[in-house]
């Protein structure tokens, strides 16, 4: 919401006084005390006093230069006087005669021509008006700023996504339109179709099969980064065979890792228990952490993914490399959303994926994170419930 300006007294009152006051249980208590004091005081004098919340107009409390509340203020001619702390009604006491003697002061110059103190306070009150309306457009103005320049970098980031998208995005396309075209000569009449073995066709199949499963993943994470971070994630937990998923997931990559003529290294016991996951989502979490470890593991490179039962209650996987590492410094930061490590900034990659993993793992109740050394790879880990059926 718009902040207004308070209403400030006007230049006919002979004692204008501001309160300000914050949201603190005992604000209502000081006012009362300020309101009674000032009734025994005043018998016929008129005074106006307005109740002003710094926190919700914190430009007056910049102009008056406050540095505590409950504060009062008197708006005066010439220097306004501030009376601060727990016992104003008490300084209130003190200060009136003084106070007194000033309206006494001013009734006898009335009409008068020196000295004019109402043009003069009119002056003064309307200096203040203008000076905290300054200072309302400049937090206003501060704030839009700041909203502007979040809005330019969500745009910024969109822009770049969509950029990649277009680029990432042609290759699994490509390979599955070629693995596609492919079969359909299986199927037309002539010599070709007969080279076709059944082996052959299903290799196709699998092929394909990966490659959807590639611009799947691809725009998952796209979305997730258009919803961002605060969007719920949406799991449906069920008795999960994790080895099973394990060797299915790393079987999706053997075109991969055979192009950079890697190897993958599985260690997943067969006596695994069962998990309570979602398994769209740890598919999810397990594609992105093994397809990092194949883009960071050089050519002829060794990755590893291994299981464990961890505790009665947990079961850990983790996927390592012998890639260049992490710093220390960012193994934490590589799962905020969007955060890219130095070198990866001239690379394809959205940024994306080991912040959606963290959601994932999370939402399961699970931990994730990194062990890594320069120049001697690194070992994401993270965790699942076990099964209790």
């Not at 399961?364 to 062990?371: A, E, F, L, P």
């Amino acid at each position: 919401m718009e902040a207004q300006a308070p209403l400030l007294p006007e230049a006919d009152g002979l004692l204008k006084l501001l309160l300000f006051i914050d949201k603190r249980p005992n604000s209502a208590e000081q006012v009362r005390r300020v309101r009674k004091q000032l009734k025994s005081l005043s018998q016929s004098d008129p005074i106006e006093l307005e109740i002003i919340d710094v926190t919700n107009q914190p430009y007056l409390a910049e102009h008056f230069k406050l540095v505590a509340t409950p504060a009062l203020i008197k708006v005066s001619a010439d220097t306004h006087q501030k009376l601060a702390g727990s016992d104003i009604a008490l300084q209130l006491a003190h200060w009136w005669p003084r106070w007194q003697r000033e309206i006494e002061d001013k009734h006898l110059y009335a009409g008068a021509e020196e000295p004019d103190f109402t043009d003069s306070q009119s002056v003064t009150v309307d200096a203040v008006a203008q000076s905290v309306e300054i200072l309302r457009l400049s937090d206003e103005i501060f704030r839009l700023n700041q909203d502007n320049e979040s809005l330019s970098a969500q745009i910024a980031f969109k822009d770049r996504i969509i950029s990649m998208m277009a680029h990432d995005l042609r290759n699994p396309l490509t390979a599955a339109s070629i693995a596609i075209e492919t079969l359909e000569l299986a199927y037309e009449p002539g010599e070709k179709a007969k080279k076709f073995t059944p082996e052959l066709i299903v290799h196709l199949l699998k092929n394909t099969k990966i490659q959807i499963r590639t611009i799947n993943r691809m725009i998952t994470e796209i979305l997730q980064a258009a919803r961002g971070s605060s969007a719920n994630l949406q799991i449906s937990p069920q008795e999960l065979d994790l080895q099973r998923l394990c060797a299915d997931v790393m079987a999706t990559f053997e075109p991969k890792l055979a192009a950079r003529h890697q190897s993958l290294e599985p260690d997943i016991p067969q006596d695994l228990p069962y998990v309570y996951a979602d398994l769209d989502q740890v598919q999810r979490v397990l594609s992105n952490l093994i397809d990092n470890a194949i883009k960071y593991t050089p050519i002829n490179g060794k990755i590893g993914v291994s299981a464990l039962h961890r505790t009665t209650d947990k079961v850990q996987v983790s996927i390592r490399d012998n890639g260049p590492g992490i710093p220390h410094g960012d193994q934490k930061s590589i799962f905020e959303e969007n955060f890219r490590l130095q070198r990866d900034r001239a690379k394809d990659g959205y940024g994306l994926g080991l912040a959606l993993c963290q959601r994932v793992i999370r939402a399961h109740y699970g931990q994730i994170w990194v062990d890594s050394k320069r120049g001697e790879g690194s070992c994401f880990h993270f965790t699942l419930p076990v099964y209790r059926g």
